[in-house]
């Protein structure tokens, strides 16, 4: 197993608020990485550093070294390269107001791909590994927002697939699905993990609990404690990891 | 702000009536010993009704232990206290049914002509009866020294029973007459043996709440007669 992303020393600031402290974590290729821990600890914070989204926010400043397969991605790559690497899926699906094609085609087409044919083999994959190509192969030309929400939400992870990333973010992907569409991206994660390395922002102790290999918990912009899944919710190190996992954390 | 207040409230509610079965069960056992030595009928037959009270909190703990799993989904150390509490309930009613089945053959013994008993019954009962009360304190405090404890007195208990076996094979040989009589005694020596294993498995699971490793003593146990 190889390390695929890794944060030395990160520190971040929103202005004068220090929200990341000395952030040492290797994420493993092929594996899923939970990302857990209360509201502003920093798990968000720290994920969008991954694919510079931060770089959005005017106050923000970063100190320290996030790598991408050993390059300093503040350094020394450009952010739509690093962002076509590392794709993001959101908490709510954000479905363009555009055909399902279109939508899945989008990134291809920026990137550009002008061919029909190349763009239609690449909708099929992408909603292939998705697992919504049965279920929308005959409404292809149709608007994606006529979708329900489970399926909006495997669009936007097709989308993030159709440019072959490496890496997929998973900001708390499934928080508003219900329970039938949350196991499909869970069975979706563990396909998908065996060609790219996934990184989840979740609040489902029981999600991550299901489908992470590893877990990071992070508590007031420092990482506590990360470690195998299996270790971290049958037998935390960290007394705070332990009071948070099991809801004791006042 | 404290938080899963009633959640805890739970959790310790079930530890206390696990230890309320603890105490029922040592009871079993200290009448069991009365009536072995004293083969004593009356309180033979009172071992076999107070299994009831046992077997009852058993179901109820179980229930308890089962919803608490649904309704919380207990993980970290709540989940291995919770597995543990069911897996110790479980070896705890068996030793009271032990206690029951020993009292079936004191009937059976005290019904018939008087034989010698072997002279190791004394010590095995005394080490088995320590090794149940030191196995529920280890429990409860989480004390991982005297859980190995118990579990090391397991070969003191295989040790007596292979004394008594011998001994009573002698005896048979000596007085074929009354073979079925030393048969009983054997049974009794297999279910205090028993009864001590169940000791040792409940120790075994302290480690698993204290330190989350799982200690399966018995297996080295089966390697060794395998291996000889």
Sequence with gaps: MATIIQSENLNLWYGDHQALKDINLSIEEHQITALIGPSGCGKSTFMKTLNRMNDLVKSCRIEGKVTLNGVDIYKDMDANILRKRVGMVFQKANPFPMSIYDNVAYGPRIHGIRSHAKLDEIVERSLQQAALWDECKDRLKTSALGMSGGQQQRLCIARALAVEPEVLLMDESTSALDPISTAKIEDLCLELKKKYTIVMVTHNMQQANRISDVTAFFLLGELIEAGETKQIFLNPTNKKTEEYITGRFG | ?228
Excluded at chain 2, 200 to 206: L, T
Aim: contains cysteine.
């Design chain 2, 1 to 228: 702000m404290a938080t899963r207040i009633e959640y805890d409230e739970e959790l310790r509610d079930i530890s206390s009536q696990i230890r309320a079965m603890g105490t029922e069960v040592k009871r079993a056992i200290d009448m069991t010993v009365e009536a072995f030595s004293g083969l004593d009928t009356e309180r033979a037959n009172q071992i076999m009704q107070h299994d009831d009270i046992i077997d009852h909190y058993e179901s109820l703990i179980e229930e308890r232990c089962i919803e608490i799993v649904v309704k919380q989904a207990p993980i970290a150390s709540d989940w291995r206290k919770i597995a543990s509490y069911m897996r110790m309930i479980s070896d705890l009613e068996r030793i009271a049914d032990n206690c029951s089945d020993i009292s079936m053959y004191i009937k059976r013994i005290a019904a018939g002509p008087e034989v010698h008993v072997p002279v190791a019954f004394t010590g095995m009962f005394d080490t088995m009866r320590d090794m149940v009360s030191d196995t529920i304190e280890s429990f409860f405090n989480g004390d991982t020294k005297l859980a190995a404890a118990v579990i090391r007195n397991d070969e003191v208990v295989d040790r007596d029973f292979d004394v008594i076996m011998k001994e009573i094979s002698a005896e048979i040989q000596k007085n074929p007459g009354h073979t079925d009589q030393f048969l009983d005694y054997l049974m009794i020596n297999k279910y205090v043996e028993r009864m001590a294993d169940h000791s040792a498995n409940i120790a075994s699971w302290v480690t698993f709440i204290v330190k989350g490793q799982l200690r399966l003593q018995y297996t080295d146990r089966y390697r060794k007669n395998s291996e000889s």
